[in-house]
């Protein structure tokens, strides 16, 4: 009877992996987006022109290498569920053994 018990764990550490996704996704997008328009926005005078040229060299940046970061962050998502750094995604008991003598 402990297959059926394996499959589900399995397949709810196959789901929650799923759900970690977008919420990768998002931090990493989120992340660029405010390191370029910061940085682009950093020479402007005033608070507006600032705005408006880091919300463009950010569209801009995303339009150049938006395909290279999905990419990574696919394969960043795709370790981290690997290795059971994510919630959720570690295999029971690992990394839990103790040492006692």
């Known amino acids: 009877m402990a ?3 394996f499959t589900s764990a399995f397949f709810v550490r ?9 919420v990768i996704v ?6 660029l987006g405010v390191l370029v328009g910061g940085f682009a926005g950093a020479d402007k005078q ?9 919300a463009e060299a950010s569209i ?4 150049e290498y938006g395909r290279l970061v999905y990419l990574l962050e696919i394969i960043a998502w795709f370790l981290l569920c ?3 750094v994510l919630p ?3 295999l029971k008991g690992q990394g839990t053994e103790t ?3």
């Open 26 to 31: 998002l931090a990493v997008n989120m992340f």
């Open 99 to 101: 040492c006692s003598s």
């Open 14 to 22: 196959i789901l929650v992996s799923f759900l970690w996704f977008p």
């Open 46 to 54: 005033g608070f507006n022109a600032g705005y408006y040229a880091g």
């Open 82 to 84: 690997l290795f059971g």
């Open 3 to 5: 297959f059926p018990q």
């Open 88 to 90: 959720g995604t570690k």
């Open 60 to 63: 801009n940046f995303f339009v």
